[in-house]
């Protein structure tokens, strides 16, 4: 199973962004086991919902309305961006919260967090151990309910220079 991460370009205005965090996937897709043509997920949540039985019940290509293993692919395995792998039968994101997943500028690898609903961001489990202790509310839940596996970035998909990328920072006033 596999899905794409697509670098989101930087923006030089200097304001900071408040819109997904750069570097952050963007686009979720999984691997027809017929065909092996990709197919892209329309949301994060019916991705998850895929992931979560993949290994008893394989994603194929008709369980996507009007399409078929005979269809055209959706999008190409290539290095036009950059994928990652993601691992099978992962537990889906509880009710009211959000995972994310953002990509290290150096490309080595990508973190995982959880949003909880009061906004409280959650880096570990064993923040999500203690958030759950301390909202009685979200008593149904467990620390199981929550992965913080990340998933593989596929190298051969990255940039080849990377590692050398650095932002260049012009300065502004003064005359020469």
Partial sequence: MKIK??????KRSGVPRTAAPRNSI???SVQCRDCFKWRI????????????K???DPFVCTKKINVSC????????DNSRVWVVDKPNLPK?????HRGLVLRKDFSKLDCYYIA??????????????FLKENPEFKDLSTS????????????????????????????????
């Fill in 70 to 77: 005979n269809d055209p692919t959706d999008m190409e395995y």
């Fill in 117 to 130: 609903p009061n906004g409280r961001k959650l880096r570990a489990g064993t923040e999500v151990a203690s």
């Fill in 5 to 10: 991460a697509e670098k989101t370009p930087m």
């Fill in 145 to 176: 309910d929550f992965s913080f596996s990340v998933p593989k970035v596929m190298m051969d998909t990255v940039p080849v220079d990377a590692a050398k990328v650095e932002v260049k920072v012009e300065s502004s006033g003064g005359s020469k």
């Fill in 41 to 52: 997920i329309p949301t994060q949540e019916e991705y998850e919902e895929i992931r979560k």
């Fill in 54 to 56: 993949f290994v008893e």
């Fill in 26 to 28: 963007n686009v979720w």
């Fill in 93 to 97: 994101t509880p009710p009211g919260f």
